[in-house]
């Protein structure tokens, strides 16, 4: 980690312009606004992804390749969303969260149902998607545009407008049911807050509470869930249904070792005895394969790119660049916390997503519409009068 | 929202919070990976003998359990359909101890010729994914399984897998009403559910197997299994039976549906049987068929090439798909159009010179009798098949008002309630003809369709289904082939089933049927000789569709004509004329005229469902007749 300076880009420039006024020539990067440290670690680790697929998949190439040019798409994106400034975020932080909003209603009263669950907007012939993946970018920027305009750290009555805010749309999402999105989204929208300065005492009210209502929780989950929690807190119970799960992955992974038994050579994965390898749970997959020097390899390249993003935020322009990139970056960190805590056996299992490695085109897009905002929020500091 | 930012509001201090959380995260991110990483060590490391033991020795595994496929039977409860097994030999590379050891026993203990040991010596060498099962020899015979069994201990990573094959006794006669199974390809892969369809290789392709895909498949079930170290299954642990597929019963009678094919004697042609009250396809047949077995196991590329080149398309639906210009066949319908539309009375008689000429037009549109049947009425039209009666009743009702009478008839549209594939085939229309050539209807074309030439193509199922409603007196019923669905019997009442046609005068219909049964027992049908010694009464109506297209005043000589540009022969025809048992229509291709050359099929027909065991239709007698019959140049 040492190796890598992770504050390179900020301290080199000053944040307002030479008083001089003699326009410094802007570097490549500069100008196609990207942050060549950050991008090069994501592409890093796709690449790293796309083999662990290519074993994960049984071995079908059009794995791989379909999600390879999904990755396409998702740096297409993240490039344009690049390009915008700062402000241009603030603008849209109502709109799109009214849009969301909406759409999550329209989803509960028309919507498709997809693998039992009803999470899908389908305009016939024209375009299938999915609202909850716009909310995750939403929701950051409606809290945070909405918190940087008030007196931080934030009184009672904002966290009461904050908490109608993000439990909105978690609620309604959590009805499709669809538990790790509206987790995520919930989390996107708390690190705001967290990050805008509540004081500590509240968080450990928050937590009281939180603990107290996590019966009545209970009581509102649907029996698939529950007994994803219970099968967590005891896999044995039911080896052969929903402990299935975790059973084959931790063994998977257990087998691998500090080595690994090799890509393309984990019987447990090649054998099919993992579900839904190639999605929520290739991280047993990486286990199994590559063993520990693999996983751990993966998780600091996670890690580097976490602090690289918390840098970056924290040279961000204005408080609302620096919320909406903290909570960017520490999301996505979650994602990573999630899964791999499920995948091995730490925390329940809930569908989230290995980012950038799990097979799915919807998630890399927003994953990397996420960065081509916080590169936007980086690139375009200078280009705004404090 | 609204409101102007406080006025506290203080940038430095809100970049120190920042500053002070963002540290905090970022300890706390450090943290949880921390925890990862120790519980990677945990598994990987402190628990790695456990968890490797449990993954090498001790595995449990899901096998998906295939539902066998629902059976199809005929009417009367005969097999058409029905699984075989048959046993398969397949290989795990990786459990072998000795691979090269291991080929060489089981080459031995195969009792392998010399050409099956190099095909089994090649699919070995092929490359293959890590630890699945290669597949080296299919159909093994008993004694051979026998000889794996006694060695089985010797041939680790040796597998003999029953599997269900879809089988079907009668494929070549039967294959276009059935259809058949393949392989599932990728395509089909994408759309299927994936838990429905585990451990199952076949979907239906074509026809009755294609369209009640659903029912014959069922549903797939599971077991997990513990195996040992080289995969071999040692206990079942829990299943979740598979739900077999459902039977279906046919409306097919196989005897029918056997005599029409052996009727076809091999020359390209369809039959297509009903029965008009209720819609059941009694016979479909397409000849030439093709032994669908072939596609069950998988058909080597030189038999399907030969099969996809063959000049007389076997693999071609004929009966559902083949468009054929429906000929004179048609006039009964014309005629029920023209009662319809006031057009013209059962009395109403016209002079037929040999030609009809269009007002201010010197062009000749010819009776195919040239010096013309002198005075013809409804009846005698269709006896005789009158050409000039059908031009001057088209020219009458006008391509309009003919359009519409004879899609009532199902012309141009798909009329199966549960046949895959059918091809509408077509009705022409102004519209039509104004969207696919960007020109106008010319009166000409009207009188062309009004016998049944010009654009006008038909599939044999339609003019079936158009023959049935005809002897229904106009009440409709859509063809149909199953008749039972697992314990379920189809619904007699079909839905979207067309409107029924209405007469001003309902005796209208007996005119119409007298002049079909004079086609067969008149002094001048045009099927008089196929009328000899028929037992019932029964109505019908040759047609002869030009597949060369002659100049004005060109004569037609079959002889001077190359085989397959000769005429297709048309009928169509029902029995009993009182009480309808039966509809069929008749498509014999490029055998000249079908008052000569169909017409006995359709009697065959006829008498096989109508008439007691011992005067069943002599399909050699048929034959002898139709070989009489060729050369010969009787009109439509």
């Known amino acids: 980690m040492a190796m890598i300076d992770l504050t390179r880009g900020l301290r080199s420039h000053p944040v307002r312009p030479p008083a001089s006024g003699i326009a410094r020539r802007r570097s490549f990067w500069e100008r196609i606004h990207l942050d060549p440290w950050l991008l090069g670690m994501l592409l890093l680790l796709m690449l790293a992804g796309l083999v662990v697929l290519y074993s994960a998949s049984g071995q079908h190439l059009q794995v791989p390749i379909a999600q390879g040019v999904r990755f396409g798409v998702a740096l297409t994106v993240m490039l344009v969303l690049a390009q915008f400034t700062p402000a241009t975020f603030q603008r849209w932080a109502f709109p799109a969260y009214l849009a969301g909003v909406l759409m999550l209603v329209a989803v509960e009263l028309i919507g498709d149902m997809g693998m039992g669950a009803q999470r899908w907007l389908v305009i016939p012939g024209v375009i299938r998607f999915q609202p909850s993946e716009l909310m995750k970018l939403a929701m950051p920027m409606m809290v945070a545009s909405y918190l940087c305009r008030r007196e931080l750290p934030p009184r009672v009555r904002d966290l009461a407008v904050c908490g109608l805010l993000i439990g909105l749309p978690v609620v309604l999402i959590a009805k499709q049911p669809d538990l790790g999105t509206s987790l995520l989204v919930a989390t996107a929208g708390v690190f705001v807050v967290l990050l805008a300065g509540l004081t500590w005492r509240f968080i450990a009210i928050l937590a009281l509470l939180a603990t107290a209502a996590l019966p009545l929780l209970w009581m509102n989950l649907h029996n698939y869930q529950r007994q994803r929690v219970l099968t967590f807190l005891d896999p044995n119970s039911d080896p052969l249904g929903s402990g299935w799960n975790i059973i084959q992955s931790t063994t998977a992974i257990g087998s691998g070792g500090l080595l690994g038994k090799g890509w393309l050579q984990g019987t447990q994965s090649q054998l099919e005895f993992l579900p839904e390898r190639h999605t929520d749970f290739i991280v047993a997959v990486l286990g199994e394969e590559f063993g520990l020097v693999g996983m751990l390899a993966f998780l600091m390249l996670y890690l580097v790119i976490v602090m690289r993003g918390i840098v970056m935020a924290g040279g961000a322009q204005n408080t609302f660049g620096r919320l909406l990139a903290g909570s960017i970056i520490l999301t996505f960190f979650i994602y990573v916390f999630v899964n791999v805590g499920m995948v091995s056996g730490i925390l329940p299992v809930v569908g989230v997503p290995l980012p950038l490695v799990s097979f799915g085109g919807t998630s890399s897009v927003t994953l990397m519409a996420g960065f081509g905002i916080l590169m936007a929020i980086h690139t375009h500091r200078r280009l705004l009068p404090r | ?636």
Do not use: C
Request: proline share 6%.
């Open chain 2, 1 to 636: 929202m609204r409101e102007p930012p406080d006025k506290l509001k203080s940038p430095e201090q809100e970049l120190r919070i920042f500053r002070v959380r963002s540290l905090v995260a970022a300890l706390v991110v450090v943290a949880l990976t921390g925890l990862l990483m120790g519980r990677l060590v945990y598994l990987q490391v402190v628990q790695h003998e456990v968890y490797s033991t449990r993954s090498e020795n001790n595995r449990v595994r899901v096998e998906p359990l295939p539902p066998t496929r629902g059976l199809i039977y005929d009417r009367n409860g005969v097999l058409l359909a029905e699984n075989r097994p048959t046993y398969n030999l397949t290989l795990v590379r990786e459990r072998a101890d000795d691979f090269a050891a291991t080929l060489d026993l089981l080459e031995a203990l195969l009792a392998l010729s010399g050409d099956e040991a190099k095909a089994f010596r090649a699919r070995a060498s092929q490359p293959q994914r890590p630890f699945e099962p290669a597949l080296l020899m299919s159909d093994l015979n008993e004694q051979q399984i026998a000889r794996l069994a006694i060695n089985r201990h010797r041939l680790p990573g040796v597998e003999v897998e029953a599997q269900l094959l879809r089988y079907y006794p009668d494929a070549p006669m039967l294959v276009h009403a059935l259809g058949y199974v393949g392989r599932i390809n990728t395509d089909e892969l994408k759309s299927l559910d994936a838990g429905r369809y585990a451990g199952t290789h076949f979907i239906g392709k074509t026809g009755v197997e294609r369209f009640y895909e659903d029912a014959l498949h069922g549903q797939s079930g599971l077991r997990q299994v513990e195996t040992n170290a080289r995969g071999r299954v040692l206990s079942e642990l829990g299943r979740t039976n598979p739900v077999p597929g459902k039977d279906i019963t046919l409306t097919l009678d196989k005897e029918l549906q056997s005599l029409a094919f052996d009727l076809l004697d091999g020359r390209r042609g369809a039959i297509v049987a009903m029965a008009p009250a209720t819609g059941e396809i009694l016979a479909l047949v397409s000849v030439p068929g093709y032994d669908s077995n072939q596609f069950v196991t998988g058909i080597d590329i030189g038999s399907y090439r030969a099969l996809q080149q063959d000049l007389d398309l076997p693999l071609f639906n004929r009966a559902i798909r083949g468009q054929y210009p429906p000929g004179s066949t048609i006039k009964p319908f014309l005629a029920m159009a023209g009662l319809a539309e006031g057009a013209i009375t059962p009395e109403k008689t016209i002079n037929d010179p040999g030609y009809f000429q269009l007002p201010n037009d010197s062009r000749r549109y010819r009776n195919w009798l040239r010096w013309g049947h002198g005075r013809v009425d409804l009846e005698r039209s269709l006896a005789v098949s009158n050409n000039t009666y059908y031009y001057t009743l088209a020219h009458e009702l006008g391509i309009d008002r003919l359009h519409e009478r004879m899609r009532d008839f199902g012309f141009g549209k798909r009329v199966g309630h549960d046949i895959f594939g059918e091809s509408n085939a077509l009705m022409p229309s102004r519209e039509w003809k104004r969207d696919r050539f960007g020109q106008p209807w010319y009166p000409g074309e009207t009188l062309s369709v009004g016998i049944g030439q010009g654009y006008w193509q038909v599939t044999p199922l339609q003019l079936a289904t158009a023959t049935s409603v005809l002897a229904n007196r106009g009440e409709w019923v859509k063809p149909r082939i199953a008749r039972r669905i697992g314990e379920e019997d189809v619904p007699v009442d079909l839905p979207d089933t067309p409107p029924d046609l209405e007469l001003a005068n309902e005796a209208w219909w007996d005119r119409v049927f007298a002049g079909m049964e004079k086609v067969i027992s008149g002094s001048e049908g045009t099927a008089r000789r196929t009328g000899v010694g028929l037992e019932y009464r029964m109505g019908g109506k040759s047609g002869t569709a030009q597949v060369f297209s002659l100049g004005q005043d060109q004569r037609y000589d079959a002889d001077e004509l190359a085989e397959r540009l000769r005429d297709h022969a048309l009928f169509i025809a029902f029995a009993p004329l009182d009480d309808p048992q039966i509809a069929v229509s008749v498509i014999v291709e490029n055998a000249g005229g079908g008052s000569t050359h169909a017409a006995h099929l359709a009697r065959a027909m006829t008498d096989a469902w109508l008439l007691d065991e011992d005067e069943q239709p002599d399909v050699e007698e048929v034959r002898e007749t139709l070989e009489s019959n060729d050369g010969s140049v009787a009109g439509n």
